[in-house]
């Protein structure tokens, strides 16, 4: 966002965005993905939070043609940060693609949450950090607790809804959204994720919507970034999967060098959301 850059996707020497031939593998690849992992496991189908994004929606839309309707059991939760507007959207995925879903205001936990422990002065001063990501971390693991509250109950995996851009940079919240049995478009950036959207039927205003984790009133992924997901896709592209350096990667995409060391620095700083929780290596005594 704050980057200038003046390149155009369609001119990248990498083939980010996919075409219709490609889309349709990835359907298939990802259903297929789905189905193998509920059948594998003996699972009853999957439960899955839906926030009238674009990630859960596709995620949604690619379960349910893995599953059937019966398959996915949506949640909307809604917090006081979020908009009806989106908890609206969430509702409207549920009902076009006729699956089963709950909608469970998470308010009266996440205030218990805050209660329980008010030395941390969360409810009085939530607008600035630590505190702001500190208390939108409650509300997205409150989530987490309910998704695997029902999963349990009904004897179904939690399908998460992580994408590549997300999981390279460390944009999640460990033990929050990313706490779940497997992320079904994991392995596309969030540019291909659009697309896919639209190539699935997801309606265009969802597909258009900016992308927010609602953690906080206003929060939008790209402010927060500091970057747009068109930028942000191709660093990662081209840099940190791709053989790009630094310096041609900048060049490649006609933007400052800083902004390909911003997300050298996100990649970097997220490394220990991406392995498990390490532990000292044992002693031949
Ligand atoms: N080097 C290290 N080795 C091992 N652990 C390390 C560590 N550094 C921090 N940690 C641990 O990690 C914690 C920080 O990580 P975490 O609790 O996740 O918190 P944090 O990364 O600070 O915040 C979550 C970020 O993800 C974004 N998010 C969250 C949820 C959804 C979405 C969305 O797009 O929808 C976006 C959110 O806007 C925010 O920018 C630290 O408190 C510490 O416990
Ligand atoms: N209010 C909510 N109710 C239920 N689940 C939610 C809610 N908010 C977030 N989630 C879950 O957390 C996931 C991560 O949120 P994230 O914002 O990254 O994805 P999204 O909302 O689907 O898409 P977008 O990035 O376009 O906002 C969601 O996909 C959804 O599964
Ligand atoms: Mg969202």
Redo the contacts with the bound molecule.
């Keep these: 966002m704050s980057e200038a850059q003046s390149y155009a996707i369609e001119d990248l020497p990498i083939e980010l965005r996919l075409s219709e031939e490609e889309l349709e593998a990835h359907r298939a690849h990802v259903t297929t993905f789905i189905a193998d992992l509920v059948a594998d496991a003996g699972a009853n189908g999957a439960v899955l939070g839906l926030?009238g994004?674009i990630?859960s929606t596709l995620t949604a839309y690619l379960a349910v043609e893995a599953l059937g309707e019966e398959g996915l059991y949506g949640l909307v939760l809604p917090s006081d940060v979020n908009t009806d507007e989106n908890m609206s959207d969430a509702e409207r995925v549920a009902e076009t693609l006729g699956i089963e879903y709950d909608v469970v205001d998470i308010n009266p936990i996440v205030e218990a949450f805050f209660e329980a422990y008010p030395e941390a002065g969360i409810d009085r001063r939530v607008e600035s950090d630590?505190y702001r990501?500190?208390a939108?971390?409650v509300r997205?693991r409150t989530r987490g607790v309910l998704n695997y509250f029902v999963a349990n109950v009904r004897g179904r995996l939690v399908l998460g809804?992580g994408n590549r851009s997300?999981a390279l940079t460390?944009?999640?919240?460990?033990?929050?959204?990313?706490a779940v049995d497997c992320n079904p478009i994991g392995n596309l950036y969030k540019l291909q994720v659009r697309q896919l959207a639209a190539h699935v039927g997801v309606p265009e205003d969802l597909v258009e919507k900016p992308?927010?984790?609602?953690?906080w009133e206003g929060?939008t992924?790209e402010t927060?970034?500091g970057l747009t997901y068109d930028l942000l896709d191709a660093i990662l592209a081209l840099h940190v999967d791709g053989p790009l350096s630094k310096r041609a990667t900048a060049e490649t995409l006609d933007v400052a060098e800083s902004a390909v060391e911003r997300v050298e620095g996100l990649y970097a700083?997220?490394?220990?959301?991406r392995r498990m929780?390490?532990a000292p290596a044992p002693l031949d005594l």
């Design positions: 926030s994004g990630d630590p990501t500190a939108g971390n997205v809804t997300e460390g944009y999640f919240t460990k033990y929050g959204d990313q992308p927010s984790a609602e953690m929060q992924d927060e970034m700083g997220s490394e220990h959301k929780p390490p």
